[in-house]
């Protein structure tokens, strides 16, 4: 069964991301940035819908 989301879901969700793919693909701490940004923008989206 799957939990119900919470919020510090999503600092694990970024953090998996980012180490998948530096160790997977090499890639660097810029693309953290784009990681970080885009998961907390489907988040506000996510708020915004609940509203």
């Known amino acids: 069964m799957i939990r119900t ?14 180490r998948i793919y530096r160790d997977e693909y090499n890639y660097d701490d810029s693309f ?10 489907g988040q506000n989206l996510r708020q915004e819908i609940e509203r």
């Open 5 to 18: 989301f919470i919020q510090k879901d999503l600092e694990y969700v970024i953090e998996a991301h980012i």
């Open 32 to 41: 953290a940035a784009c990681i970080t940004f885009a998961v907390k923008q």
